[in-house]
Structures are given as C-alpha cells and as structure tokens.
C-alpha cells in the first residue's frame, strides 16, 4: 500500500515536473521567437526626443518657437523629485525595483481580463515598457507586442540607469493639448515651469498619460478632478506627501489655462513677424527643415525689439498714408453670413474664425470688427474684443470715412469684416475709424555696419496679411539706387569725384529698337562732375560713365559686392535695370560705409544646440572673423577696452569707399534726398526711381547703421507720375533713423590716412584755392601722392543726338568755354549740337 502511495504521487510529481518543465520550455521559445528580430534597444541610449527651437531677442526675450511636437527637452537631473513621484505613483509604484517588468501586475491584469470575458482589459505596463512601446514597438494592445515589451524592458533595464528611463518617458509622453513632454505640459496648462508646480499640479499633469482626451481640463474637469486626487493619494501612500501636505493639496480647485485660470504662455509672445519667419527660412536651408523644428536650437537673433517696431511703423504709416491717397475703399474683402448678425454669440465666433490680420499696430491696435447695420450718416460694428456696452460705442460716422469715394451704403453691407482703431485727440477718445490694409506694399531693412547685425526687417504691410518677405525674398529694379557702384568702379579705375563727364542725349541701337535714355528732369546739363551726377542723379552720365569704365567691371562690382551674383552685361543694368533684392542692397551699401571693409548681412548671433553647445557664431563664421587680441589678457587696465582685429576681406580701396560716401552725403544735403532726410548726423545715401515709378528706393547710412526701404505693387506697376525713392522712401528712412541715431549715436565718416583735399567747384569741377568759400565750393578727397589732373573730360564715345540746350545749376540757359580733346577752348550752348559736341571731340 505504501509502494503504492509513493508510486502515485511519483507519478504526480513527475507529471506536474513535466508540465512545469513543458510550460518553461513553451515561454521560452516564445521568448526566444519574439526576441530574435527585435529593435535594438541599444540606441536608446544616444536619444534625443524632438524638442522646440526657440528664438531670443538680444535682450534675452523669447519672441518666436518653431516645432512640430511642443516639446522642451529637459535632463532628468533638472526634472524636480516631486514631478517624477507623481508620474511613478500614477504609473508604476515599483518602478525603482523591479527589473523591467511586473509580474503581479501583469498577472492582476489576466485575472480581470479573464473573468470580464475580454471586456475588461486594462494596462498592466510599467514606465519601462511604454518607453519601449512609444520608441520601439506599435501602440497597439496585441499579446505579442506585450512580449515583445517585456524582453526589451529586460533588455534595457539591464543597458540604462533608471534616471535615463524616467528621462526617456517624462520627455517623450504625450500629455495632450499638443505638449510632448512635462516641460511643455506644465507651460500648456498652467504657463509655469516644472520647478514651480505645486503638487496637486504635478498630480493633475500626472493624470493624463492614462489618455489625455478622456481627461480634457474643461470638458472633463470632474473626471480629471477624481483622478488627480487619486494621484494624490497613492502620493502619500507612496511616502511622497505628509497627511498635512497632502490633505491641503487634495482640497485645492482644478486651475488651469484652458479654464481661464492662467493667462497662456502664447500671450506673452509677440506675434511671429518677418523677422524670425526669416531665420526659420535660413535655417531650415542651412539645417535642413526637420533638424530646425526638433532640434531643440536656441537661436540668439540680432533683433532689436524696439527698432523693429519703430521700423514696422514707419514703412506701415508710409504705405498707409500712401493708399488712402487714391481714396477708394477696399476693406478686406472677407464677410461673415448675415443670419449670424442677430446673436452676439453667433457673430463673434464667426469673426473668430475670419482669417484676416490681426498683428497691425500702427497708431494703436487695430481691431477686427464686422459692420452689423449700414446708414446714412454711421455704421454700426461689432468689434471683436470689445463688448457692446462698451463706452466708446460701436459706431463709425460718416466723418470718418470722407478720405474715399461714394456713400457708406455703396461701400458697405452689414456682414463685412473690417478693421477699426481707436481714434485719440491729445490722449482722449474722439472715435473708432475704418482702416485698410495697403494694396502697396514695400520691404525695409536696417543693420550695423561693421558687424552686418540686422537690428530690423519688415517684410510688408502685415506678416498675417502676406507672408512673403519683400525684403529678402522680392527681385526688384534697384533703379538710381544702383548707380553708385558704376561711380565705384570708375573711382578705382581712376576717376575722380571733380572728373567731368558730358551730359548730353544718348542714343543706342539695341535688338529691340534704337534707346534713348534721358534724364528724370527731361534736360541736359553738358559737361558736369562726377559729384553733380551722383547727387542730381543723372541717367546720361551714368550711361557714358559706364561706356567709359566698361560694363564687364561695373558688373564685376557689383558682383562682388553680393548685389548680383551674375550681372548682365548691357548698360540699361547701370541704370538698375537689373532685378535684386533689398537685403543684397542695404548689405553692400554697408561696405561703403564701413570704409570698404567685406560684411556680411545676418539676422543670427549665434545658435546653441539643445545642450547648450555653440554651433554656429556668426563672428566666427568665414569672412566675418573679428578677433579679441587681449580679452583674456588679466592686466588688461581698466579704463582701455579689449582690441577687435577684423580679419575680413577689404572690397574696395578706403579711399574710394571715403569718396563715394562723401558724394553720397551730398544726395542727402543738396540732392534728391535733400526734401526728406534730415538727420542730426552726418548721413549719406541714395535715391532710386524706376521707370514709370514702379519702384520707387532710398539707401542710406550713418557711420554706424545702414538702412533701406523700397516701396512697389507687388505686380509692378506705375505708383503714379509724382512718385519718387526720396518722396516716399525718404521719411520712412528718417522717421527710422532719428530713433536709431538717438539708440545708437553715430558721427563724422572715417577719413583715411592717404586723403589729401582739395577744393573744387561742384558745378565745374575746376580747382579752387585753399581759402574759397561758397555753395559752390566742395572739399573733395583726392589719393595721396598723386597729382590729380583737371579739366579732361569724358563722353563714353557716344554721339549727340541733336540739338539740346545745357542748364546751368540754377536752370538757366547759357553758353559754356569748354577744353576739346586738342587742347583747344570752344563755346558751347545755349544750343550745343552736332558741330560743337562730336563724339570725338570731349573726354
């Protein structure tokens, strides 16, 4: 009976052994089936979750973010030990001791599933194996993925620190609202950063990884509002919380911003202008698009907020002022359906929805509205952020609207989107007025002239309104403001600025016909110095200089300036017929400025890579290299400041750079800028006007700021017979620079060491005496040590077309001695033609 007793639980035991043995052996080759080609878990370990460029101001200000998920990496050493108690008491208790994986989690979870015949399947994965599910594996629910977890979540405990696991799932979690992340979940929800969350908001954060839609602070607030305080609980369960702590925090309210609790972190962002919209163009070419938008950069940008603002204003106010003279009103051509007019409710959300712009400030904000009842002598508006009882009212009199043609009732119907702003008399209300956004638009640019730190840029009107840059993006006729490189080539070759050219009628046999060029006053002026020419901007001058010096070097200046990267070689390009942009413009206007020194233009200071390495400095960057010579000296003495060495290129000799900014300050005291510029600096510059005015252009600068402006339909077409660069770009130009000079001073033009003046008659370019004195007389910088010779005069060749009469500086008509090419004296005028100026006879 014994024998038989052992002999049955023998065989029992062997059974169960073999059972035992079978099962093992069963897992195991499931684990070893599942494992064989799973991902490597090993790169896990160089991970960097994408995370938001940011862009700051040189004042440290952030004042853009590009990303694709709102993410901001933050190193598990910064997260705060009460963030990652919240997430491991919601997620995962044992996370510090288990090895991956928890068995009786796992088996609780089989236990309930089984019994709730599959309805109720709930999660029983650690930290661990999420990480491994949203960085190697699906998302979905199958058995074999959850194998899958189980041996990678082995795995990787085994190759990474539990801080690089938590690391890994705080960063990468999806906590909704389209933050990825603890970081940017604490900036959604509450605008706080992680340091500054309160428990019962590290609870609240906490609570959303379980699925953030089912726990939507607003719509859900009651059932977000049990599972924080559930959080909150296993917290001090959890030994994380006192019963006091606990107790005060589980009786706080649900704040957040969705709720309206907290102003959004968004609110304190400046709307995304032309500025950074370019440096996320620049950089996504330089990095490529999806490296900048995960790369997690600090881009430090050479933004100066205030300047960009005074910059903005200043083109808008020109643009505006300039739209409002063809009076026809526009609008913005947006309506919302009239049946919305009887709810407040219904037509604000319908306004809301509008895209129309909402970034103009010009005078005061401007405001969207919608016209809700038109009559005779008002309208009637709702505005978008301003409630009906409003002491102001929501009205528009007909006073307002008398700068455009036509009654209010052929202007308007209820329905149409506008925009008002407030219009103020010595700080006090008086009304709402309509504005409009310019069907004009134009670009402006200003930057340092040494380093090619641009400190603004506006691209238009209104960034919401168009997004396309018309500063770095448009290809425009330069016109006039194009000639000062032909009168560069010819200072290098030679020339001086008391050398004479003639001015008189050209004409050019081209493949389309012949070409008669002519001035913009219509006269000629015969022979005249070349200071005269820059200053009164003359077209015929310009053309026979360019004949004279050659179009292969006019274009190979300009070429190496940066205006142009492959110039035509016709003279109608040195008249700016030639299309480029106003950044390459104001960029290599600033090497005149600089005394011929090579800068190039950027919008960024340096980028820094989400751990805060340096990748890109623009100072370090070839061609831009400025070297401290003895900022690590330690007995540097107090009162001498470190020495900058520049390392860049020299373009053109000092000299010339020194007298071509000499004529260019001449544009501005007695030229085409005269009427206009008025600094309290030395200024220098230059007009352009295309032909039938359809750009019109002003770039100028002081010894320390460079700016330009030009002003055009986006599809060229004549601005009209009055327009001209100094009549509208000339106050845009000043109303900038009086606050630039203010900011950022400026003085006298360097004047280099191999100058020797001399004085000179501006209208004849004859030498004067030490002591003259008059409107007349001009100091002009010649070389040292070379002797200049006077008199000599050029005509590109050409042939007079016919009779003309010259004029003289006062308007005047009258006859001229002048040297022919013989040495010989002859009259000229008041009517000069073929028998007295030949094509062979001046030079």
């Not at 991902?39 to 991970?47: D, M, T």
């Not at 990825?180 to 908001?201: C, D, I």
């Not at 000599?792 to 040297?819: L, S, Y």
Request: aromatic share 10%; glycine share 10%; net charge negative.
């Amino acid at each position: 009976m014994t024998r038989f007793i052992f002999s049955f639980f023998g065989a029992i035991f062997s059974v169960i052994t073999m059972g035992l043995f079978m099962v093992a052996l069963t897992i195991g080759a499931v684990f070893w089936m599942y494992g064989r080609d799973l991902p490597s878990h090993e790169s896990l370990a160089q991970y960097t979750p994408p995370t938001i460029s940011r862009i700051y101001s040189t004042e440290g200000q952030v004042i853009d973010e590009f990303a694709k998920e709102r993410r901001l990496f933050t190193p598990a050493d910064q997260i705060p030990d009460l963030v990652k108690q919240a997430f491991i008491s919601a997620e995962d208790k044992n996370f510090y001791v288990h090895q991956g994986y928890d068995p009786r989690g796992i088996a609780a979870a089989v236990v309930d599933a089984v019994r709730s015949r599959g309805r109720d399947v709930r999660g029983a994965s650690t930290i661990t194996q999420q990480v491994m599910k949203n960085f190697l594996l699906s998302g979905d629910r199958q058995a074999e993925r959850k194998i899958k977890e189980i041996i990678l979540a082995a795995r990787v405990e085994g190759a990474l620190s539990k801080e690089k696991i938590l690391e890994l799932y705080l960063n990468e979690i999806f906590l909704g609202q389209n933050a990825y992340g603890v970081t940017a979940a604490a900036q959604v929800y509450f605008n706080k950063s992680l340091g500054e969350l309160a428990p019962h908001e590290a609870a609240f954060l906490a609570s959303l990884p379980k699925a953030p839609s089912d726990y939507h602070p607003v719509r859900q607030k009651d059932r977000l509002l049990q599972r924080r305080d559930f959080v909150l609980k296993e917290m001090f369960e959890n030994g994380y919380l006192s019963r006091a702590v606990y107790e005060a925090e589980v009786a706080q309210p649900l704040r957040s911003v969705q709720n309206g609790d907290f102003d959004p972190y968004q609110k304190a962002l400046p709307p995304r202008d032309y500025f950074t919209d370019e440096i996320r163009r620049q950089l996504s070419r330089d990095f490529g698009e999806e490296q900048f938008f995960s790369g997690g950069y600090s881009v430090r940008a050479t933004l100066d907020p205030d300047m960009q603002t005074v910059a903005a204003q200043s083109l808008q106010r020109a643009l505006e002022d300039f739209d409002r003279g063809f009076g026809r009103w526009r609008g913005t051509g947006k309506t919302i359906p009239l049946d919305t007019l009887a709810s407040e409710a219904a037509w604000r959300g319908a306004l809301a929805e509008t895209r129309v712009a909402r970034d103009i400030d010009l005078d005061s904000h401007w405001h969207v509205a919608v016209v809700r009842a038109v009559r005779e002598n008002e309208l009637e508006i709702g505005i978008e952020d301003i409630a009906l009882d409003d002491p102001r009212g929501t009205s528009v009199p007909r006073a307002d609207t008398s700068w455009f043609k036509g009654s209010l009732t052929e202007n308007f119907e209820p329905g149409d989107v506008v925009h008002v702003r407030e219009y103020t008399e010595g700080g006090q209300f008086v009304r709402w007025t309509l504005r409009q956004v310019p069907r004009v638009q134009g670009g402006f640019m200003a930057m340092d002239v040494n380093t090619g730190r641009v400190i603004a840029m506006q691209g238009g009107f209104s960034y919401q309104d168009s997004v396309f840059n018309r500063a770095t993006q448009a290809l425009r006729q330069p016109g006039s403001s194009f000639k000062p490189f032909v009168y560069a080539a010819a200072l290098d070759s030679g020339y001086s600025p008391a050398t004479i050219v003639v001015d008189a009628p050209i004409e050019i046999d081209t493949p389309q016909g012949v070409w008669r060029p002519k001035n913009a006053s219509n006269k000629f002026y015969g022979p005249t110095p070349l200071r005269t020419g820059v200053e009164q901007s003359r077209n015929l001058m310009t053309i026979r200089l360019a004949q004279e010096v050659g179009m292969d070097i006019v274009a190979s200046y300009a070429e190496k300036f940066g205006v142009y990267d492959n110039m035509g070689r016709v003279l109608a390009n040195a008249l700016g017929s030639d299309e480029t942009t106003l950044y390459q413009m104001v960029a290599a206007y600033a090497m005149f400025a600089n005394g011929g020194e090579r800068v190039e233009p950027t919008l960024i200071d340096r980028v820094q890579d989400r751990y805060g390495n340096t990748i890109y400095s623009h100072d370090a960057a070839a061609g831009n290299r400025r070297v401290c010579v003895d900022c690590a000296d330690p007995l540097l003495p107090a009162d001498r400041s470190p020495r900058i060495v520049n390392e860049r290129e020299r373009v053109m000799n000092a000299v010339t750079a020194y007298q071509l900014t000499s004529m260019l300050q001449g544009v501005v005291e007695r030229g085409t800028a005269a009427r206009t510029v008025n600094l309290p600096v030395p200024t220098a510059g230059k007009t352009g006007t295309t032909n039938d005015s359809k750009d019109v252009w002003f770039v100028g600068f002081t010894s320390n700021i460079v700016a330009g402006c030009y002003i055009g339909f986006d599809t060229p077409s004549s601005l009209g017979s009055g327009a001209s660069g100094g009549g509208l770009c000339g106050p845009v130009f000043q109303r900038f620079m009086e606050e630039a000079v203010a900011k950022y001073g400026g003085g006298a033009f360097k004047v280099p060491e191999a100058c020797q003046f001399i004085n000179i008659d501006r209208f004849t370019g004859a030498r004067l005496s030490d002591g003259a004195s008059g409107d007349n007389v001009v100091a002009e910088c010649f070389r040292e040590g070379e002797e200049p010779i006077f008199g000599i005069q050029f005509d590109g060749g050409f042939a007079m077309t016919g009779n003309f009469d010259i004029i003289r500086p006062d308007g005047t008509t009258e006859a001229r001695q002048v040297t022919t090419s013989t040495g010989r004296t002859g009259v000229v005028g008041p009517k000069a033609g073929f028998g007295s100026l030949s094509s062979g006879g001046l030079y």
